[in-house]
C-alpha cells in the first residue's frame, strides 16, 4: 500500500526540485556585486579623474541625461559631455584591467 501525504508536501517536493533544476542563484551574491563595483568605482573617481569627471560620472549614474549634465557642469553640448563620458569609460576600463592584474600577479 502506498503512503498518502498531505499535497503541501508534494508542492514542497516540486518546489525544491525546480530550485534544483533552475540553479536559482542566492540574491546575496547581487548584493555583495553591487556593494563590490560601488566600492571600486568610488576608488577609481578618488585616485583617478579630475573633480568635474567626478561631478559627470556622479550626475550620469543618477540618471541625468548628456545634456543635463552639459547645463550642471557648464559644457556647451551634450556632445561634450559624451567625449567626457567616453574617456572616463577609457580610463575606467584601464583601472579594472591593472587592478585585476593585481590578483593575477599575486
Known amino acids: 500500500?502506498?503512503?498518502?501525504?498531505?499535497?503541501?508536501?508534494y508542492l514542497c517536493v516540486e518546489a525544491i526540485?525546480?530550485?534544483?533544476?533552475?540553479?536559482?542563484?542566492?540574491?546575496?551574491?547581487?548584493?555583495?556585486?553591487?556593494?563590490i563595483s560601488e566600492m571600486q568605482i568610488a576608488t577609481f573617481a578618488e585616485n583617478t579623474i579630475t573633480e568635474?569627471?567626478?561631478e559627470i560620472l556622479?550626475?550620469?549614474m543618477e540618471g541625468y541625461t548628456e545634456q543635463e549634465i552639459a547645463d550642471k557642469v557648464?559644457?556647451?553640448?551634450?556632445s561634450a559631455v559624451h567625449k567626457r563620458i567616453t574617456k572616463i569609460a577609457d580610463a575606467y576600463?584601464?583601472?579594472v584591467t591593472?587592478?585585476?592584474?593585481?590578483?593575477?600577479d599575486k
Do not use: H, I, W
Open 1 to 9: 500500500m502506498k503512503a498518502e501525504y498531505p499535497l503541501f508536501f
Open 17 to 35: 526540485d525546480l530550485f534544483t533544476f533552475f540553479d536559482v542563484a542566492d540574491p546575496r551574491s547581487d548584493f555583495e556585486n553591487t556593494v
Open 52 to 54: 568635474k569627471d567626478r
Open 58 to 60: 556622479k550626475l550620469r
Open 74 to 78: 557648464g559644457y556647451k553640448t551634450a
Open 93 to 95: 576600463e584601464d583601472f
Open 98 to 104: 591593472a587592478e585585476y592584474q593585481k590578483y593575477l
